[in-house]
Nanobody, 119 residues
Framework: VQLQASGGGLVEPGGSLRLTCTAS????????MGWYRQSPGKEREVVYA???????DYADSVKGRFTISRDNAKNMVYLQMNDLRPEDTAVYYC??????????????WGKGTLVTVSS
């Protein structure tokens, strides 16, 4: 599975960004896509993830500010980030995992995209 992500950049506190990720390759009909992030000195953490069935998982720190959506037909996932804060600054990684088939449980990562929240 290959992941192509876009949408990072520099934004002022309170601003918004949207990240997009497209998956291609050996995609099982049931899968999960989402975003992790990592800032210097910290471990990589889940930001928001969504399955083909619509189940979501997210970090408490983004509740009410970020939303995730996906287009199953296009194998695309979108992360809308509003009210961004300096602590959201990190490299964001698109993540994919098949939930069935011969590659069940195998994780795939996109190249990171940098999100910087600063005035």
């Amino acid at each position: 599975v290959q992941l192509q992500a876009s949408g990072g950049g520099l934004v002022e506190p309170g601003g918004s960004l949207r990240l997009t990720c497209t998956a291609s390759g050996n995609i099982f009909r049931e899968n999960a896509m989402g975003w992790y992030r990592q800032s210097p000195g910290k471990e990589r953490e889940v930001v928001y993830a969504i399955t083909t069935g619509g189940s979501v998982d997210y970090a408490d720190s983004v509740k009410g500010r970020f939303t995730i959506s996906r287009d199953n037909a296009k194998n695309m996932v979108y992360l809308q980030m509003n009210d961004l804060r300096p602590e959201d600054t990190a490299v964001y990684y698109c993540h994919f995992v098949n939930l069935g088939g011969p590659t069940y449980g195998r994780e795939y990562w996109g190249k990171g995209t940098l999100v910087t929240v600063s005035s």
